[in-house]
């Protein structure tokens, strides 16, 4: 009977034990659930989405990206991803090109760009079904255009469209705010602004643009309206999207000369005279210390009672300087309750903005493969080297090297926990959605390779022979490129470029030869190089001067770069050899150079790859 009641006791006891075993492993996990198993390092692709036409063939307007979904303009198309999966949604086509586009209440929103003649206009505003691409409602056309459902709002489009989930905020005429229904477009409310629509002058001042009194911007739940004109108290406020009404006010004090309002998901960021102060989306500030406040910033995001914010400190302490050399940049997470620091790291290339994910903090860094706005013809030089790439940090501040992207292109945002990326191809605008995670590292194979080994990377010089070089005039030298042995911070065992010049030769004799990347296989490799060609028009030539790419054979490609100031044409090729990438350019864009330059790509797309020798 004893050891009966052993027994049962015994069993009881170990019943407790796995219980409670699991309730901590199930404990755990909830509480790791942002913090992924070890430092983020590694991109994967998630999935990927060709969009039609080319973003540099149109007007550059941002797409709009949720947790949910990602809105494409692309001129006169609008396409609507689910991000979750990478399916396309819906397509919506208009008669002319979007100029914004915003999601809001589960509809997509856009302004389109009426082509006047002499002049732009951009005063009506539509609001489309995402799962079918139907219009559920527009503002019609004219001077402000009146809501098709009843209501009385005129819709001004003088300011972009506020989108916090609960629905669109609009300016309209009168210098008011008007919420708008998402899903028929009729008016909620309006509401005056606070204050006149323009700031008095101390002095006259005629070649001054007017001083406005108020900025708006959008938190996930409400619309931030700041309000002050200089010398006057600035008032911060906290709008309901759905009612109108004010959720949370503060009074923040006069200003003099700098005032601005920046917004987060869920946090808010107000510079005013050099002042950085922080506020949750509840409107709880966040205490800061002297020094903090002589900083610049903006707010990440808040989770878990901590805020991220991105801060730029001048060199003297001080109030913030511009200039990049008397800049240090840093992430900084602190508490919300009591504005103790938890952790600061420096992070000082990053660029195209900071952005706060499911668990991740990261944003794009200035590599040869990450382009922005009118710089995205650098890509088709055949010098750079490397994809895109972005920092990855966690909420814990663990971060490391840059992590390669897959292609060249640009930080779109992030949707939950996924980095969205645009690159650019022959038939369209590709997005691509990447998952952070961790991978095993070592010395050999460091993380800025994104899964090369150093000794993978070939000695720049050695992909010519000698005998090859004959071939092409006499007297070649080979000149090992400076700084060559450096790809995304990580040294190589061999220079990576090598500039090829005869002695007594004309300059089209002059050629270089570039490792743009080594990628994991052929495919990725096509896939980078691809991404890595100026297709479409030039922006910085005004967009019409094009790089007349052609594509004699799969994975070479031969076109126009333009260079410097006078935008000097240059002949260039990017070829592809299995899962090699290498760059071929000149110094001119003759006759000759570009026969050069063609013979040399085709030698190295047949002879540089594995397998073979030069």
């Not at 660029?351 to 922005?372: K, N, P, Q, S």
Request: charged share 20%.
């Amino acid at each position: 009977m004893v050891r009966k009641r052993a027994r049962i006791v015994w069993s009881a006891g170990c019943g407790i034990v796995l219980t409670l075993g699991l309730l901590a492993l199930l404990i755990g996990d909830h509480g790791r659930k942002d913090k992924p198993p070890g430092r983020p390092n590694a991109l994967t692709v998630a999935w990927s989405f060709l969009a039609p036409g080319r973003a540099s063939d149109t007007v550059d307007v941002a797409p709009a990206v949720s947790d949910r979904m990602l809105a494409i303009p692309q001129g006169r198309t609008l396409s609507v991803v689910n991000t979750r999966n990478g399916h396309l949604l819906s397509t919506v086509r208009s008669s002319d090109e979007f100029q914004e586009v915003g999601l809001s209440g589960n509809v997509v929103l856009a302004v389109p760009r009426k082509d006047l003649g002499l002049q732009w206009r951009y005063d009506s505003l539509h609001g489309y079904d995402p799962a079918t691409g139907r219009e559920l409602w527009n503002t019609g056309d004219g001077d402000g255009g009146q809501i098709a459902q009843s209501g009385g709002g005129v819709f001004r489009g003088g300011m972009p469209v506020l989108a916090p989930d609960p629905g669109p905020v609009v300016e309209a005429a009168g210098d008011r705010l008007m919420g708008l229904a998402p899903r028929t477009g009729k008016e909620r409310w309006t509401k005056r602004m606070p204050v006149p629509a323009r700031c008095a002058r101390s002095e006259p001042d005629t070649s001054a643009s007017p001083v406005y009194p108020y900025e708006v911007a959008a938190t996930r739940k409400y619309v931030i309206l700041l309000s002050s004109c200089p010398g006057t108290a600035v008032e911060l406020d906290a709008v309901n999207p759905e009612s109108g009404d004010i959720v949370w006010h503060k009074r923040l004090g006069r200003w003099d000369a700098s005032l601005a309002l920046v917004a987060a998901r869920n946090a808010i960021g107000v510079r005013k005279d050099g002042e950085f102060r922080l506020f949750t989306e509840s409107g709880e500030e966040v205490p800061r210390r002297k020094g903090d406040r002589r900083s610049d910033g903006w707010p990440l995001g808040e989770a878990h009672g901590v805020m991220y914010l991105a801060e730029t400190h001048s060199s003297d302490g001080q109030q913030a300087d511009t200039s990049h050399a008397a800049q240090k940049d840093s992430v900084r997470a602190v508490r919300v309750d009591t504005g103790k620091p938890v952790w600061t790291r420096s992070a000082p290339s990053w660029f195209g903005g900071r952005e706060l994910g499911r668990g991740i903090i990261t944003g794009g860094v200035h590599t040869g493969g990450a382009y922005d706005g009118d710089t995205r013809w650098s890509v088709g030089d055949a010098r750079s080297q490397g994809p895109g790439a972005s920092n990855l940090m966690d909420f814990a501040g663990r971060t490391g090297s840059r992590v390669p992207w897959p292609v060249a292109g640009t930080f779109v945002g992030m949707s939950g926990e996924l980095l969205i990326i645009r690159s650019e191809e022959k038939n369209g605008t590709r997005y691509t959605a990447l998952r952070p995670g961790h991978r095993v590292t070592d010395e050999e194979s460091p993380v800025a390779l994104g899964g090369a080994k150093r000794k993978d990377w070939p000695h720049a010089c050695g992909l010519l022979s000698a005998d090859f070089l004959a071939e092409l005039a006499r007297g070649y030298v080979k000149v090992p490129v400076k700084g060559s042995r450096t790809v995304l911070g990580t040294q190589l065992p061999h220079p990576s470029g090598c500039r090829f010049a005869t002695a007594s030769g004309p300059d089209s004799d002059i050629f270089t030869v570039t490792v743009r990347w080594v990628a994991p296989d052929a495919k990725a490799a096509r896939t980078y190089a691809a991404s890595a060609v100026p297709w479409g028009g030039s922006p910085a030539s005004g967009g019409r001067i094009t790089a007349a790419v052609t594509e004699p054979q799969r994975g070479l490609y031969l076109y126009t770069y333009r260079t410097g100031l006078a935008q000097k044409p240059i002949a260039d090729a990017t070829v592809v050899s299995g899962r090699y990438v290498f760059g071929v350019g000149s110094v001119s864009d003759e006759a000759r150079a570009e026969r050069l330059v063609r013979r040399v790509a085709q030698h190295l797309s047949q002879h540089a790859g594995p397998g073979h020798t030069p």
